[in-house]
Nanobody
Framework: QVQLVESGGGSVQPGGSLTLSCAAS????????LSWYRQAPGDSRVRVAA?????????YYADSVKGRFTISRDPAKPVLYLQMNNLKPEDSAVYYC????????????WGRGTQVTVSS
């Protein structure tokens, strides 16, 4: 019953910006850890950012995106964002939203992904 839907991907030139969104449905509340992952062709899916429950506020960023990406969430509804600035070609990937298994979550849930392409 849980559904995650990403949006906001597209094509951008190096140095450009994009904002990704992830809307969750079927969740009981908005008090869960949420993460962004990405996967480029031939590569493993890797975590790029995470944000804790609204009561915690902690964040995580992979070294490759620190200083360029910002993860945030809507405190009132289950919507996750990823602001991506100064994009590089190596950022090109399919970006996925993840709701990991934990308290009140019975399994890992993933969106279908949104494509980000950075090229000149």
């Amino acid at each position: 019953q849980v559904q995650l839907v990403e949006s906001g991907g597209g094509s951008v030139q190096p140095g450009g910006s994009l904002t990704l969104s992830c809307a969750a449905s079927g969740v009981t509340n908005n008090n869960h850890l949420l993460s962004w992952y990405r996967q480029a062709p031939g590569d493993s899916r890797v975590r790029v950012a995470a944000i804790g429950p609204t009561s915690g506020g902690g964040t995580y960023y992979a070294d490759s995106v620190k200083g360029r990406f910002t993860i945030s969430r809507d405190p009132a509804k289950p919507v996750l964002y990823l602001q991506m600035n100064n994009l590089k070609p190596e950022d090109s990937a399919v970006y996925y939203c993840r709701l990991p298994q934990g308290t009140s979550i019975d399994a890992d849930y993933w969106g279908r992904g949104t494509q980000v392409t950075v090229s000149s």
